[in-house]
């Protein structure tokens, strides 16, 4: 069970409250994660990626175990504690302005 973590204006969105969990097919991959995620919430689709290119909005990050994950490549394997349900998987809405 992979363990993933929404803002709180994609948590409202999907409708759900707390940490999200998944069953993930095969490699536990940022991209497999948000297809999983995606599937699942059909209404996030095009919020966290694009729909299109499939790449990460740029006002949205990744992290996992401390690490930012943003510019890892999306087919790059999570970290074994992802895997595990140890750790969760981080979406964090970034901020700009100034």
Known sequence: ??????????????????????????????????????????????????HGTQKRRAFVRFFACQQDLSHELPDAPLPDAVSSGTESFVVVGAMAGG
Do not use: C, W
Not at 5 to 21: D, I, N, S, W, Y
Not at 35 to 49: C, F, K, S, W
């Open 1 to 50: 069970m992979i363990r993933v973590e929404l803002p709180f204006h994609l948590r409202k969105l999907a409708r759900v409250e707390g940490e999200v969990q998944l069953e993930v097919e095969g490699a536990v991959t940022q991209r497999s994660v948000l297809n999983a995620l995606e599937e699942r919430y059909p209404v996030l689709r095009g919020t966290i990626r694009d």
